[in-house]
């Protein structure tokens, strides 16, 4: 199983911007998809970006364009860089990881979940 631990979460006002970062250890990520969903309060997981584990990044359409994933397979930590944040981006921010496939957007097939970091846009 793999532990992962986001950070980087916090207050911003709107057209900021936030980096956060996902910390995995417990198993080589090498073949694994990583990826960021988001939660509002009392609405479902959504997708927010992907990254494959062979490089291809793929983006929400709410969010291409501001936001960007990368990956520091190094140190077996994913990132996303948040610009131009706007009042509905406001959510938990997950990172998770799915050890098969070529990734999906749908929570339901990843394997491993952080525990979560707060963002918060002030308009």
């Known amino acids: 199983q793999v532990q992962l631990v986001e950070s980087g979460g916090g207050l911003v006002q709107a057209g900021g911007s936030l980096r956060l970062s996902c910390a995995a250890s417990?198993?080589?990520?090498?073949?694994?998809?990583m990826a960021w969903f988001r939660q509002a309060p009392g609405k479902d997981r959504e997708f927010v970006a992907l990254?494959?584990?062979?490089?291809?990044?793929d983006y929400a359409d709410s969010v291409k364009g501001r936001f960007t994933i990368s990956r520091d397979s190094a140190k077996n930590t994913l990132f996303l860089q948040m610009n131009s944040l706007k009042p509905e981006d406001t959510a938990v921010y997950y990172c998770?990881?799915?050890?098969?496939?070529?990734?999906?957007?749908?929570?339901?097939?990843?394997?491993?979940w952080g525990q979560g970091t707060q963002v918060t846009v002030l308009s």
């Open positions: 998770a990881v799915n050890r098969g496939g070529s990734g999906t957007y749908s929570p339901t097939d990843y394997d491993d």
């Open positions: 417990g198993h080589s990520l090498g073949i694994a998809n």
């Open positions: 990254r494959r584990w062979f490089g291809i990044p």
